[in-house]
């Protein structure tokens, strides 16, 4: 059968991979530490579990509208307005089955060929191939851990074309935790705004800032702002529910409506029950997220310490997220048996194959001098992994 040719154009998701490659192994009896995927190891909350059962229980179980729930989309609402001062009303938020499809859809309401999508470098791995899929063309622009891994003004202003439609702005950022000031913002929204280019702002990780960092969303710093931003944000990261698929968005009406449509013909609507489970997570108790954010910091701290301690890996420490990203180049040339060390690839096929630890290589991130380590593990599992690693390390010539 010969496949659709957007099929031949994007890859798998790199995260994805590489945690079927630690399953894989897993399922051979071999015993592999994960720090491949970027999914909260601790358990979603009670109270949100409870708000599941109980809407099971009341037959909450058939087709709901498709963007979403009222009572959902009064709690996004409510959560934009306590957290980032935004108000919008119920025509301007909505939910679907997980962040990424958030951005999928809004991709399909938006992008068509021709169209050119500005991605900062390193990036969440799907933002590319989603922009692909859509016939349209992502321009990346590389930032480098000199710049802490964050585009300024002049490189913007490069990169605009008559072509630009948006850019995706992920702060903190998945890989690199690079998180942006309310300054560095507004002077990237300056021109953007001058410019009349959707800012698409992922704030998924916007409660994962450490060392005193304020998180701020770009579409809080004006009304203007605002108005030309679709904020994407979800529950998978802040509650540890990535398996329950709730993500949500808000911005212009008229772009919402659209993505509203295009999810009655795929989708049809979040999962029902999953939507109370969210209510109850967005509006209920919030002290589980300080405790696992209080953990993700004293593994950040951990994790980055034992990297920079083997020679040959080199780890800025991340302000917000939950990755480290280290660069890896030290380990390019260097060889490990008859195989020879020439890319991110190679190193994570290394660390997995010699040091029995998955992580994902930095290629899928847009830079290949890197490779990124999810901190979403236990610290006594990150520990044996950083021994393991150490121990490889030796191995190599
Ligand atoms: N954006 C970023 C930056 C992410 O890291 C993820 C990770 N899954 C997502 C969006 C999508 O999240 P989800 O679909 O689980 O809501
Ligand atoms: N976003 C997470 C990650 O980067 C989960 C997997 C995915 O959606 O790509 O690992």
Same mark, same amino acid.
Request: with cysteine.
């Given at each position: ?12 998701? @790199? %995260? ?5 490659? +630690? ?14 995927? !970027?999914?909260?190891?601790?358990? =979603? ?15 909450? %179980? ?48 938006? $992008?068509? +060929? ?5 991605? @900062? ?6 933002? #590319? ?8 063309? @992502? ?8 710049? !802490? ?25 998945? @890989? #690199? !935790? +690079? %998180?942006? %000031? *309310? ?29 005193? #960092?304020?998180? =701020?969303?770009? *579409? ?17 990261? #802040?509650?540890?529910? =990535? ?8 911005? &212009? ?19 029902? $029950? ?69 890319? &991110? ?46 121990? +490889? ?5």
């Amino acid at each position: 059968m010969k496949l659709a040719e957007r099929v031949n154009r994007i890859k798998p998701s @790199p %995260t994805f991979a590489a945690a079927a490659k +630690a399953a894989t192994m897993r399922a051979k009896g071999i015993e592999v530490i994960s720090l491949a995927q !970027g999914e909260p190891d601790f358990d =979603t909350p009670e109270n949100i579990k409870e708000a599941a059962y109980k809407a099971i229980r009341e037959g909450i %179980t058939k087709y709901t509208p498709a963007a979403g729930f009222p009572d959902l989309k009064d709690a996004i609402i409510q959560k934009f307005k306590n957290d980032n001062g935004l108000t919008y009303d119920r025509s301007q938020v909505f939910a679907s089955a997980g962040a990424k499809l958030i951005i999928y859809n809004l991709a399909q309401a938006l $992008f068509g +060929a021709g169209d050119e999508v500005i991605i @900062p470098a390193p990036y969440w791995v799907s933002y #590319t191939d989603i922009v692909l899929l859509m016939d349209a063309t @992502p321009v990346v622009i590389p930032t480098s851990e000199k710049q !802490g891994f964050k585009i300024s003004v002049d490189q913007l202003k490069l990169a605009i074309t008559s072509r630009t439609k948006a850019i995706i702005i992920n702060s903190p950022c998945n @890989p #690199t !935790g +690079a %998180t942006y %000031t *309310a300054d560095e913002l507004k002077a990237l929204a300056e021109i953007l705004l001058q410019k009349k280019i959707l800012i698409i702002a992922d704030d998924i990780y916007e409660k994962f800032v450490y060392d005193g #960092t304020v998180f =701020t969303s770009i *579409a809080s710093l004006g009304k203007e702002i605002q108005d030309q931003t679709v904020v994407v944000n979800g529950v998978s990261k #802040t509650y540890s529910m =990535t398996g329950w698929r709730i993500g949500y968005a808000a911005g &212009s009406a008229e772009i919402i409506a659209a993505m509203d449509k295009i999810q009655t013909q795929n989708v049809s609507n979040p999962v029902s $029950f999953c939507q109370k489970a969210a209510v109850e997570a967005l509006l209920g108790p919030q002290d589980s997220v300080q405790k696992m954010i209080a953990e993700f910091d004293r593994r950040r701290r951990y994790i980055v310490d034992r990297l920079n301690a083997m020679e040959m890996i080199r780890c800025s420490m991340p302000k917000g997220a939950f990755y480290a990203f280290p660069n890896v180049t030290g380990l390019f040339g260097k060889k490990w048996g008859e195989k020879q060390i020439s890319n &991110s690839s190679d190193v994570t096929d290394f660390l997995l194959e010699d040091a029995k630890v998955a992580v994902v290589a930095g290629s899928g991130f847009g830079d290949d001098n890197y490779v990124r380590f999810a901190y979403a593990n236990s610290m006594k599992n990150i520990e044996k992994g950083m021994d393991q690693i150490q121990e +490889a390390l030796k191995k190599l010539k």
